[in-house]
């Protein structure tokens, strides 16, 4: 494994643990994103442009520099002193992310993308216009990498971070979700309006209604990718990155 530059941002809000936990979850996205190259077919050599969307402070960031050093990165984050803060620390360029898919300006289209915790947060419509940006950033046989809430974080969310904070979704809503999700595969549950002025405060811009948890199945997701034209499914990890979340890999024709 590439060794990464560990370089901190005091800003960075996924540092809710220790440093060495952190680094893990670094190393273990790199991981995901070589497992989903060679599922693809593709060696990490073959990479030229790398897009981190939804880069944070680069806690994936770091390790991507780090495994495609050959590649031109790009950084790309809600926050905008975040996306900068990758591109000048760990090299490469970065641009500002919105809600709004069209306002985002991308410097180049790219053969791997990744998007770690981004699907997670958005309900079923975005997930489609999402996928739709996407293939128009990337390159004809390009890959696109993203994790979502599948079984594997459903158990460790009930488990362990709402026995820590039960007040983040209520008990019956989580119970009407894990019903929804055995009939439809699919479920959302939009975070509250207090956590929407905290986000906004951090300079995370979304919409009350918009953002929150989506929970998917596999078959969900892949019945979803098989009615996108551009897009092939060649691998769904469960887990895919770290123990809490399910990593699709697809392929653009």
């Known amino acids: 494994m590439a060794v990464f530059d560990e370089t901190m941002s005091p800003d960075d809000h996924m540092l809710t643990a220790d440093l060495a936990?952190?680094?893990?979850?670094?190393?273990?996205?790199?991981?995901c994103v070589l497992d989903g190259l060679a599922a693809a077919g593709r060696s990490p050599e073959s990479i030229s442009t790398v897009l981190d969307f939804g880069s944070g402070y680069g806690?994936?960031?770091?390790?991507?520099?780090?495994?495609?050093?050959?590649?031109?990165?790009?950084?790309?984050?809600?926050?905008?002193?975040?996306?900068?803060?990758?591109?000048?620390?760990f090299g490469g360029d970065w641009a500002r992310s919105s809600e709004v898919l069209d306002e985002?300006?991308?410097?180049?289209t790219y053969d791997l993308i990744w998007l770690g915790s981004v699907f997670t947060h958005l309900p079923a419509h975005r997930w489609v216009s999402l996928l739709d940006f996407l293939?128009?950033?990337?390159?004809?046989?390009?890959?696109?990498i993203f994790t979502t809430h599948g079984a594997t974080a459903i158990e460790h969310i009930e488990n362990r971070i709402l026995a820590r904070n039960p007040h983040m979704?209520?008990?019956?809503?989580?119970?009407?979700?894990?019903?929804?999700?055995?009939?439809?595969?699919?479920?959302f549950i939009p975070n509250k309006p207090a956590a929407i002025r905290h986000q906004n405060d951090r300079g995370i811009k979304v919409s009350e209604g918009e953002y929150g948890f989506s929970f998917a199945s596999e078959e969900w997701v892949a019945r979803l990718v098989d009615r996108l034209p551009p897009w092939r499914l060649v691998k769904y990890?469960?887990?895919?990155?770290?123990?809490?979340?399910?990593?699709?890999?697809?392929?653009?024709a």
């Open 21 to 31: 936990s952190y680094f893990q979850t670094a190393r273990q996205g790199l991981t």
């Open 59 to 89: 806690r994936i960031y770091r390790a991507l520099a780090a495994g495609f050093p050959q590649a031109q990165l790009t950084a790309c984050d809600l926050m905008e002193p975040a996306a900068r803060f990758c591109a000048e620390t």
């Open 104 to 108: 985002i300006r991308l410097p180049r």
């Open 135 to 144: 293939a128009r950033a990337t390159n004809a046989g390009g890959i696109v």
């Open 169 to 187: 979704i209520a008990a019956e809503r989580f119970a009407a979700m894990k019903r929804t999700l055995q009939l439809t595969g699919f479920d």
């Open 237 to 252: 990890a469960a887990p895919g990155w770290g123990r809490n979340h399910d990593a699709a890999t697809i392929v653009r």
